[in-house]
């Protein structure tokens, strides 16, 4: 128990006892004064005295009451200083904690500068590492296209290839058919001069031994009719080369045509 209650407790005790007296003095007041013999016994004596000093007890004890009204007005107040003394020293110390942890940091934060910086460094590494390599795979894949187009353009070379050989076997199969018809067609000729010139000769043999002398005759009933293939003799493969000639020639520039075009699409 705090101290101030304790003496509240103690004057409320000692105002329930006088508050009694004084009741009890009270009560006597209005007895007359008799006489024991000799004596006259005053029953009201003293009551003024008490009574003042009631009253003054009373203001004691108002101002009492005040007392300790501000004596814990006082206390609160202390107690608040307290707990912001408290409050104040904490942050104190903790700032005193705080300071001498601020050379490790000091030392860490320069360690984490220094780890930043080679890190910094080691990325610059990477990222250059990470360019070369992606070059590399650049160059990498436009092997490769290289690898697919060079194959496409064998492929191409082959089957135009083939294709030009089977040109130039059905070029040679019809030239071949061309030329046999052609000898046919000039051994039917021959054979028809040849039969025409029989007639003609047989017919001068005839007026040679009918009239002694051999004249020409007019073959205007036998005339003969020559084709385009006539000029050309037999063994002539002049033509025939000159169109083969051609044709590689044609063909080979369509190929190398087309190889322009597959080099300016790549």
């Known amino acids: ?32 004064f008799f006489s024991t013999g000799q004596k ?42 307290c707990d912001i003394v408290k409050l104040e020293y904490t942050a104190v110390d903790n700032l005193y904690t705080e300071l001498n942890v601020l050379p490790e940091l000091n030392e860490q934060l320069s360690a984490s500068v220094d780890l930043a910086k080679s890190l910094c460094i080691t990325l610059r590494s990477v990222e250059a590492s990470l360019n070369k390599l992606e070059n590399i795979c650049e160059e990498e894949e436009l092997m490769k296209n290289k690898q697919l187009h060079r194959q496409r353009l064998d492929s191409y070379k082959r089957k135009k290839y083939q294709q030009l050989e089977r040109s130039k076997s059905m070029l040679a199969t019809r030239h071949a058919k061309i030329v046999k018809e052609h000898e046919k067609r ?77 080099d300016d699409d790549t």
């Not at 407790?9 to 007895?31: I, M």
């Not at 003042?52 to 300790?68: G, L, P, Q």
Request: proline share 1%; with cysteine.
């Open 40 to 81: 006259t016994i005053n029953y009201n004596a003293g009551a003024d005295l008490f009574e003042r000093y009631h009253n003054d007890w009373e203001a004691i004890h108002k101002r009492t009451e005040e007392s300790v009204r501000s004596a814990e007005t006082i206390e609160k107040q202390i107690n608040q200083v």
């Open 1 to 32: 128990m705090n101290l101030f209650d304790k003496v509240k407790d103690r004057l409320l005790n000692v105002k329930y006892e006088l508050s009694a007296s004084h009741l009890d003095l009270n009560s006597t007041k209005d007895r007359t």
């Open 186 to 262: 000039q051994m039917k000729v021959l054979k028809e001069r040849q039969e025409e010139y029989g007639l003609a000769f047989e017919e001068q043999i005839r007026q040679y031994q009918q009239y002694g002398n051999a004249y020409e005759t007019s073959l205007s009933g036998h005339q003969l009719t020559v084709d385009v293939g006539d000029i050309c003799p037999e063994d002539d493969t002049e033509a025939l080369n000159e169109f083969l000639a051609s044709t590689e020639e044609q063909a080979s520039t369509i190929v190398s045509e087309e190889k322009l075009e597959s």
